[in-house]
């Protein structure tokens, strides 16, 4: 995604190295935590839709000649990711409540 959303290299290139040396080291413990939330999964997917859905349509532009700004779509994911850490939190207050 940091390839299509940033207009410059020397960030795009940053954006990969540092994704790659996070999931290198941090590759199973990630994965656990993903598999214990599958709600963060289907989260991640729609991120994709939507920058997919960005970037088509920022191929576009030529044609239509308008522009969506990437900071909605940003304020749109982060939104998102804060609702989906409060529905865990949530969730998990509930199921402390219900051992005890």
Known sequence: TAIGLAKHVEV????????????FFFA?????????????????????VLVGFMLFFEGLEPVHESHIPKGYAYFAMAFSFVVELLNM?????HQQRKAA
Request: glycine fraction near 2%.
């Open 28 to 48: 199973q413990r990630i994965s656990g935590f993903i598999e214990q939330h599958p709600t963060l999964k289907m989260l991640a997917l729609s991120f994709l």
């Open 12 to 23: 795009m290139i940053a954006a990969v190295v540092i994704a790659m040396i996070v999931m």
């Open 89 to 93: 939190r949530v969730r998990r207050h």
